[in-house]
């Protein structure tokens, strides 16, 4: 379909983007920095070119400006994506020729349709070749299928009791890890029940095990309210009201995605964050940021700053946070 350059700085947004992107049929090409995605844009001429405002080195205002400057990339469309919402700003991007400003954080539905109606005409596809349903929907769902091997490292156990055997077994050094992170909190490690008093292993099931995700959040209508929703949708829910229940919890079952409030009870979320990266057993789960006191730009930094794999402004509607568990974990 159509040639789409995207200029980002952060990798874990360029990958969601291309591959659901390219799920859609279009060839995408990536730049890290302005000045390699203005060369980029002159040799390849794209399309469109999707842009960060936010880069290492030099404004995406002002990147913009340069390749409306330029005679071989002035009839690009560029389509702006930032953190900063003040109307000042955005008028000055649309004024210096930016077709669209989307802000982040953004809903991924809203920000592919922004792409395509600023997609050149040339670039759709013949009417009388359209794509077989059927083919689309089998692309789509392998795209999905890489998302999720890129982020999660460990598959599960293919047996629901050989599952609960290796939790089981591991006991141990979930205590030897509990005490180093609990050390931070000054918070002793509680005593767990010996192996004799552990409940049986469940009956195996039929069918793959449901993806399970972690909140900890000390807000109970907001965890009440998104535990319900993504439980609906098949997904295996946990709840922790502090850090240091959360750090036990994501220990013990090692969730396939961790939304973790930065304002906690007994421990914050960053010292919470922290002990997962410390962690050969967490240090592989997908965290995303959750904050509804800090800006979105500010939320953004964090999330870098902590190493999280993104962030969510709160509130959110149930329905946009879904959108996005599905796109890093699946259904």
Same mark, same amino acid.
């Given at each position: ?156 156990? &293919?047996?629901?009791? +050989?599952? *609960?055997?290796? %939790?089981?077994?591991?006991?141990? /050094?979930?205590?030897?890890? $509990? #005490?180093? @992170? ?44 998104? &535990?319900?929703?993504? +439980?609906? *949708?098949?997904? %295996?829910?946990?709840?922790?009201? /502090?850090?240091?229940?959360? $750090? #036990?919890? @994501? ?44 800006? &979105? ?7 870098? %700053? ?26």
């Amino acid at each position: 379909m159509a040639k789409i350059l995207v200029i980002e700085d952060e990798p874990d947004q360029v990958k969601l983007i291309k591959l659901r992107l390219e799920a859609r049929g279009h060839r995408v090409l990536s730049a890290g920095k302005a000045k390699e995605g203005i060369e980029l844009a002159a040799r390849e001429k794209p399309d469109l070119v999707l842009m960060d405002m936010i880069l290492p080195d030099m404004h995406g205002l002002d990147a913009a400006i340069k390749l409306k400057k330029n005679p071989e990339t002035r009839a690009i469309p560029v389509i702006a994506i930032s953190a900063i919402g003040s109307p000042d700003f955005t008028k000055a991007c649309l004024q210096e020729g930016i077709v669209a400003y989307v802000r982040k954080p953004y809903d991924p539905r809203e920000l592919f349709k922004t792409i395509e109606k600023h997609v050149r005409p040339g670039a759709t596809p013949k009417a009388d070749k359209p794509k077989p349903a059927a083919a689309a929907e089998k692309v789509y769902r392998d795209k999905l299928t890489e998302i999720e091997k890129q982020f999660k490292q460990k598959p599960p156990p &293919s047996h629901p009791s +050989a599952r *609960h055997e290796s %939790e089981f077994q591991h006991e141990p /050094d979930i205590d030897e890890m $509990l #005490k180093g @992170a609990l050390a931070d909190f000054r918070i002793p490690v509680e005593k767990k029940p010996s192996a004799q008093a552990s409940a049986p292993a469940p009956a195996a099931e039929s069918g793959p095990r449901p993806k399970s995700i972690l909140i900890i959040d000390d807000d109970m209508s907001f965890g009440r309210v998104i &535990s319900t929703h993504l +439980a609906g *949708h098949g997904y %295996e829910v946990s709840l922790a009201l /502090d850090g240091v229940s959360g $750090l #036990k919890q @994501a220990f013990q079952k090692r969730p396939d995605l961790v939304l973790l409030n930065l304002i906690l009870p007994a421990g914050g979320g960053e010292t919470v964050l922290e002990n997962f990266r410390k962690s050969p057993e967490a240090g592989g789960i997908p965290v995303f940021v959750m904050s509804g006191l800090l800006s &979105s730009k500010k939320l953004e930094e964090k999330a870098r %700053e902590l190493g999280a794999q993104g962030f969510i402004s709160k509130p959110i509607d149930p329905e946009d946070l879904l959108y996005i568990i599905e796109s890093v974990i699946g259904g």
